[in-house]
């Protein structure tokens, strides 16, 4: 069999690399309205590979935002059902100075950590190129008849605004949607040459939160040190969120928060990292971050709490002496298992009203969150998914918990009643949501190699 793949990607690696840089040049923003066609375009586009693939009933499913696109191939009811989950909306490219070729114009440059070359685009990683290797393995299988069991597609267009209506979908779609396990490759590993496969996510908790001082911007010479200043006091709000050794203050955060065993914590250690690296990578020197755990477990097995943006009062050229009548932010708390997203929002909203002076009026408003989850390594879908990326990439894959949240691996459980194999090949090098984002042509072509494997070793698994 890996003979057949490994024939089938060199003949046509050229053309599924062309086809991916096809789906990169759109502009598929979700977050922005003025990019609405180029989103209902990649739709388009998805939809018509999948008929090419080979897919049957493949249609352009409307939601309240953007379209769900559903294909699928059953080859016998009696056989196992994969359902391929992948979203074909991107992050904004902002800022596009920092971007050293354009965000939508993908080329292939060599780095550091990707000698045979890297594919920079907005969405390379992040999600196109990860969720189009399924579209292509999809197709190698056909072509080469051996497609062992069933897959369903589910490819969306809001992931990177909170999926708002997938859940909707989901819930009006169960017999559309019904299969045994889903796969989902939105993830990374640790590096190429050490596979690895996620178990866990964090959830998370957005809020955007906005303190009002006067009624209106005041001068400064004028008014200053006799009125609230919005701008001051959020700051100093921001800075009570956490105490001197980046314990959260929110009382009642952490009174869910899953504590790991410390065998547990020895077995994620064994994970290979090089704190040298991570801040080289990064160009620190040195690290931050909440007393008493390592790197990997701040990101990974602890909450956090985090400004993701703060804003308010003149940011122009030059000068202008104004105390704002406004001030923002907006803040990302990442969860742990046994955290709920909506009694942690509901934790910040009354703690923030609680420090506000009662100088300033303030409003929490929560955006989306999600729940976090551990995904199962006894499960059949699992092993297939090890035994398959020990078959490319000749070493056994390393379980590990991610510090990111895909929130709809929760909602699949609770409405599907399905786990989610959880089967990445990015790197965390990659940049997604951030400037000069990549995705390595090994770790595209590793993906395409590696996911017929995935379906004939749960195919067998599952008899």
């Known amino acids: 069999m890996s003979n057949q793949i490994n024939e089938y990607i060199e003949k046509n690696k050229d053309r599924f690399l062309n086809e991916l840089f096809e789906l990169l040049r759109i502009p598929s923003v979700s977050a922005d309205p003025k990019y609405k066609g180029d989103v209902n375009k990649t739709a388009d586009v998805i939809k018509q590979k999948l008929v090419e693939a080979g897919a049957d009933n493949v249609e352009i499913c409307k939601t309240a935002g953007y379209p769900i696109v559903y294909g699928e191939k059953i080859i016998d009811t009696k056989l196992p059902t994969i359902l391929v989950y992948g979203h074909y909306d991107v992050q904004p490219a902002d800022p596009l100075e920092l971007w050293t070729s354009g965000p939508f114009e993908p080329v292939i440059k060599k780095t550091e950590l ?56 989901v819930k009006q779609n169960k017999e559309k949607l019904k299969a045994d396990v889903i796969v989902i490759s939105d993830t990374g590993i640790i590096a190429n040459d050490i596979p690895s496969i996620t178990v866990g996510l964090r959830g998370l908790s957005y809020v955007e939160v906005e303190v009002t001082g006067p009624n209106r911007d005041l001068h400064s010479g004028l008014y200053g040190g006799a009125v609230a200043n919005p701008i001051n006091i959020l700051c100093e709000m921001i800075a009570k969120m956490k105490d001197d050794k980046n314990h959260i203050t929110i009382p009642g ?53 985090d400004v993701n943006g703060i804003w308010g009062g003149y940011t122009g050229e030059g000068a202008k002496t104004v105390i704002a009548s406004k001030a923002y932010a907006k803040i990302s708390m990442r969860l742990v298992p046994h955290q709920n997203s909506d009694k942690v929002t509901a934790l910040f909203k009354n703690y923030f009203e609680s420090i506000a002076p009662k100088s300033v009026k303030v409003k929490v408003t929560p955006h989306h969150g999600g729940e976090p989850v551990v995904t199962p390594s006894t499960s059949a879908a699992y092993k297939a998914a090890s035994k398959a990326m020990e078959t490319t990439f000749g070493k056994k894959p390393v379980p590990v918990r991610s510090g990111g949240s895909i929130p709809i691996v929760a909602m699949f459980k609770s409405e599907l009643g399905l786990d989610s194999v959880l089967m990445g090949f990015g790197l965390d090098s990659d940049a997604i949501h951030s400037p000069n984002e990549h995705f390595g042509v090994f770790n595209y072509l590793k993906g395409i190699e590696t996911i017929p494997h995935f379906f004939k070793n749960y195919a067998e698994l599952s008899k």
């Open 114 to 169: 990707h000698p045979q070359g890297a594919i920079f685009a907005r969405g390379s990683c992040d999600d196109k190129g990860q969720m189009y290797m399924h579209v292509k393995a999809f197709e190698l299988m056909m072509k080469t008849n051996s497609l062992p069991c069933n897959i369903k597609f589910m490819i969306e267009g809001e992931e990177e605004v909170g999926s708002s209506n997938l859940a909707t979908f």
């Open 253 to 305: 955060f952490y009174d869910d928060v899953e504590i790991l065993s410390a065998e547990e914590r020895a077995e994620m250690a064994k994970a290979p990292f090089s704190l040298d690296e991570y801040k080289k990578a990064l160009d620190l020197s040195d690290i931050h971050g909440e007393d008493g755990f390592t790197t990997n477990e701040r990101n990974s097995i602890r909450p956090t709490l």
